[in-house]
């Protein structure tokens, strides 16, 4: 049996593994015993992390669309078929009628390739992925405020904090390591405070449980400020050495009153001062936040008034501190840092400023860069949906069951002249595609994943692709010379490490030989250089840190007579995202099968309905069948529901509105109605 | 390409192929199939034993045996359509071919049940392994007692084996009664509603004379068996199956375990004194 | 008996690698340990008892029941070179012992002992535990056992097979046995096993409160680490996966830590909250194996312990047992 050291493939908490192998066919997994972050520990998510990956239902062969079905081609013709479509669809309407969705599933090094097949092969800043539906209200407000949208601290961190305040984070269900590396801290006497609605597993952990309404951070948290800074609990000295723009934050604070933010977010006002006493009185604080801080209409607001609050009491820079945005997918940290963003090259280059375009030009062969600024995901979907949109090449990502209101997504792509679906199985998204690309998964490549603590590590090839499989990024290659482009060759993926790190700063010392056996955390500017696990250290990546005031806004869509209740989304921990892998995981499937509802007795009571039983919930852009879970978990008035049931799809519900400068959708927030089913 | 026959004798786990002979509606949910083992043998089972279904691309459950051994030829299995591989079954038709293994488990003490009068209580589809008992009673009847079935289920429509309780009830020797949670969805029901302990209050019996047997989903056990403690029977008087998720049937997997017993070995059939103290056993 | 040095030993694993299917305890590239072929890494003989659990060496995370194609069950091809392991300890060969013994009893697990009926086993002692810990020898009921005297191997074979195998190595000074080198030491348990065994006379005497259970069952994530990890833990679950045709009926090794392990198509389930789990978990182990095999099932190997990610391992388990239910004459006790 042998045993290839690589990367979980689930969450960014960014866990090593070993897939035990016989024969050329997983058949297991063994922790890394060694690695810093997992040390020996698994989740039930990684410890099946094989599971899915000799599934039958892998995708084998490519399949183009005849005479309306998919059917098996050779990979010429499906590469062929792929650059004439878009060559087409961009003769006919632009080179911007074309967008290319990234994967934070996918390696550093593929989406690197893409953001350059999309960039310098067909000439568009159209190139996104779902970082814009999870983390990109985080990374507009971090770099504004901070100089840089990362993870500010390391996994470590939390062994060393005095305090620890989650907010919008399930961490022991989406972060289940990081989660446990928690529990076990407040074993140990740190102080924990949950900001949720949801009573968590950590809330049961928690000295402060603070159940404020979905959509009302803001005022929770300014009212937090202004008792930090009324009662004289800020960091004079540290606002004073390393901050600007203080006195509009103190004067944004004003109205402020515990009493006032009480009134919006159902909380007592005391529970407000105790949670600001508790989190300025600490030696070092950290805040760790997720999708129920970024998913808003307002949801870099929410990003600000986190960064706001450490910079106020200090707490950035030092161990056990600093601001922690947890990024959700094993590669999603990597896939923004190789500038599969519409504005950016790799290592956050603008592609707004022509020194970068050229410095790229230059080493890309010479032609020059497009200088139209690139759609975000969301809007290229919009996009799609009016008609501007013509094609999209869609590697890694399923938007079906992923993106907002669904029946949107699916309008938005039948309308596609041309759909490209590059994935490992035949997902909701590639039954409607043109083309499919079968790729290699994880366990089958070679690359790097960059992890929420900006680690950046190498997985390692544990066994062949199914059938005529291929990497993603041998696949990208072949279409950039099916396409003519000559400058897209390599022998591995330590080739393309190369190249990312003679063009962005910020891996300039990364290459593959580095990484064995824990990695290196960016920035690591120099071959030399040991990485940085802590940001911010000694000055902001942006010289001083910027505190920006901000104004509240509510959610788009709040309950009223139709529509009386709030349905917040979110995922579970046996599944993962939109369930391509965990649902054909033997033992995840086996533990959650199916969607479900999470309903407050309450509530139930009002319709007479009872655990178990079915129900109808319906937004005013669609509904869904599901199973009640009565449940204390959700307050009166808030239905909970995972998004990975293509069965029971919460995202059939959800509101595609945006957050106006992340176009981050407001997937926590919509209003809905219950009814049994008759 | 080697047949199946070379390693059936290798592996534990390689199922023996059976034959559907035919294919019973009972309920909505529920279907009765009667099998033959291809190779033409018996499957030697005894009443209160298992077989482990297989279905090839659905994997194995275990399902009792609704037939006796004293009739010969066939065995039956009465399967409610709840997951996957019973779906797969519902869709089989006479003539399919599915996997058997075993006959598994310890079953129904039938040496010390000899010469006693039976008290055989079932609820829901704890009718199916009941029903090999009471048809081995009903061939050997001289070897047994009264025989008095009681039987509930949740709505008329629910009834299993309906012919079979009017059978049962004129065979001389015997008594059988069932009752239905509520009468929901049939007019026409003309029989008795209310719970099943209400079948079990009027009827008189000999403590020392009887042997009670209980068959039927876990929420029935608790009430049967304290109303059978009332009538003066002792635990030792009184077995039961256990329904558990068996996976392999021969005491490997794990997933039947009670404490230190293995329901698939030891039980399903237990009698109660040997169970009633452990954890998690009802 | 022989005494080898380090190249001797190097020179006694090669010389077996055409004639068996060798495997010996390795070097990762994380720095970890795993038993696997010479040719997969450099020899890692120090560090003691590798995280997996020995019995995956014969009956993995995944393995094939059987497989079928369009005429039938297909013959299983079992692999032609015998399994030669070196690396276990003294501690795993008991957890193997009672694994062995358990999927012979009633009905033989024939899949499992297609390779482990024909394993030659070699299990290593003396001083080459983790940081160069003493392992005490174990009591001989393997082929082979090498014991490290801290510089160099000391080569035993118990059976008739370890014997030849030893013989025919020519290299190596002969010695004459192990009492001469190690002395007829006593070895005292460990605290670890004490803590085990007293948690163990306690639960085996008393029910602990429901509110204990469920406290530990707080801590439980459901990773199933302990349980896959655990060397005497073998539960596990079919699936069923065809390709065209060929349908392969797979094990996967399950976790009694997860809600769905015992819940019944139904809907009931037997196990339902995390702290019944949590109880199943510890007594199935120090009472129920108890009951049935008159023996612990915990060997007190402290792998799940390891792979815990809340620090509720059998072994912090039963610590806390101890301090919060122990008697204060507890110690006393036991003598």
Known sequence: MQRALTVCPYCGTGCMLHLVSDSGRLVGVEPSATHPVNRGSLCIKGWNAFAFVAHPERLTRPLIRKNGALVPAGWDEALERVVTGIRAVQGTSGKDSVMFAASAKATNEENFLLMKLARRVFGTNNIDHCARLCHSSTVTGLVQMFGSGAMTNSIDCFDKSDLIFVIGSNTTEQHPLIGTRIMNAVRRGTKLIVADNRCIRLSRHADLHLRHKNGSDVPLLSAMMQTIVSEGLADTEFISARTENYGALVESLAGWSPEMAASITGLAAEEIVQAARMFAGARSAMIVYAMGITQHSHGVDNVRCCANLAMLTGNIGRPGTGVNPLRGQNNVQGACDMGALPDMYSGYQRAADPDVRSKFALAWGGEPLPDTPGLPLTLAMNAAHSGSIRAMFIMGENP????????????????????????????????????????????EKDGTFTSTERRVQLLRKA?????????????????????????????????????????????????????????????????????????????????????????????????????????????????????????????????????????????????????GESVVVSSRRGKVFVRARLTEIVPEGVLFMPFHFAENAANALTNNVLDQESHIPEFKICAVRMERVP | MPRADSCQSRSLYIPRDATILSVTELTSREKLFRLRLSDGSELKHLPGQFIQLSILGYGEAPISVASPPTRQGYF??????????????HALKRGDKVGIRGPYGTPFDLGSMGGKDLLLISGGCGLAPMRSLIQYAADRK???????????ARSPDQLLFREDLDKWETISGFACSYTVDSREGDGCYSGSTGLIT???????????????????????YTPVIAALKEKGLSSQQISLSLERQMRCGVGKCGHCSIEHLYCCQDGPVFRLNVIEHLHGAL | ??????????????????????????????????????????????????????????????????????????ERVDTEKRLFIIGLTPTDLQCLRFIDRFFSTGERDDLYFASRDKAIIAVVSGYCGRDGEFIPPSSGSCDLELYHDGIDWLLMPYSDEGRELAASFNAGDEVVSLESVHGKAVHPPSAEQEVVLAAAAILQETELPDAFWDE?????????????????????????????????????????????????????????????????????????????????????????????????????VSREIVTRFGMPDDNSKRD
């Open chain 1, 463 to 611: 066994c062949d692709p199914p059938g005529d499989a291929r990497p993603d990024w041998q696949i990208i290659a072949a279409l950039a010379k099916s396409a003519g482009y000559s400058g897209m060759e390599y022998n591995g993926t330590a080739e393309i490490m190369e190249e990312i790190s003679r063009l962005s700063p910020i891996y300039g010392g990364i290459s593959h030989d580095r990484l064995t056996p824990y990695g290196l955390q960016w920035p690591c500017p120099d071959h030399n250089h040991p990485g940085t696990p802590i940001l911010h250290v000694k000055g902001f990546s942006r010289g001083v840190g910027r505190f920006m005031p901000v104004a509240y806004r509510g959610p788009a869509e709040i309950p009223d007579k139709e529509y009386p209740l709030t349905l917040t989304t979110g995922r579970t921990y046996f599944h993962w995202h939109t369930g391509s892998m965990t649902r054909r995981s033997h033992l995840l499937e086996r533990e959650e099968r199916e969607g479900f509802v999470e309903v407050n007795p309450a509530d139930a009571g009002r319709i007479n309905l009872r655990d």
């Open chain 3, 1 to 74: 008996m022989k005494r080898l040095t380090q190249d001797e030993l190097l020179q006694f694993l090669k010389s077996w690698e055409t004639c068996y299917d060798l495997r010996v305890p390795i070097l990762l590239p994380d720095g970890g340990r795993a038993i696997c072929r010479l040719a997969d890494g450099p020899l890692a003989m120090h560090g003691g008892s590798v995280p997996a659990k020995p019995t995956s060496l014969f009956f993995p995370q995944d393995g094939l029941v059987f497989a079928a194609g369009a005429n039938g069950y297909l």
């Open chain 2, 198 to 220: 209400d079948l079990i209050r009027p009827i008189e019996l000999s403590p020392a004379e009887t042997e009670a047997v209980i068959v039927g989903p876990p929420a029935m």
């Open chain 3, 216 to 316: 530990i069952g707080e801590h439980c994530i459901q990773c199933s680490g302990c349980n896959l990890t655990c060397p005497t833990c073998t539960c596990f679950g079919v699936q069923d996966w065809c390709y065209g045709e060929h349908t392969e009926r797979r094990r996967v090794w399950d976790s009694c830590q997860l809600a769905g392990f015992m819940r019944e198509a139904g809907g009931h389930n037997p196990l339902a909250t995390a702290g019944q789990r949590s109880r199943r978990r510890i007594h199935h182990k120090l009472v129920a194996d108890m009951s049935r095999w008159g023996e612990i099932g915990c060997f007190v190997c402290g792998r799940c312990d390891l792979a815990c990610p809340t620090g509720i391992g059998i072994i912090a």
């Open chain 1, 400 to 443: 079906i069951l992923s993106d907002p209101d669904q029946g949107h997504a699916r309008a938005a792509l039948e309308r596609l002249d041309l759909l490209v679906v590059q994935d490992i199985f035949l997902t909701e998204t590639a039954r409607m595609a043109d083309v499919v690309l079968p790729a290699a998964c994880y366990a």
């Open chain 2, 76 to 89: 039956e299995l009465g399967i409610r359509r709840v997951g996957s591989l019973t779906t797969a079954m």
């Open chain 2, 142 to 152: 001289s070897e047994f007692g009264r025989v008095t079935i009681l039987y509930g």
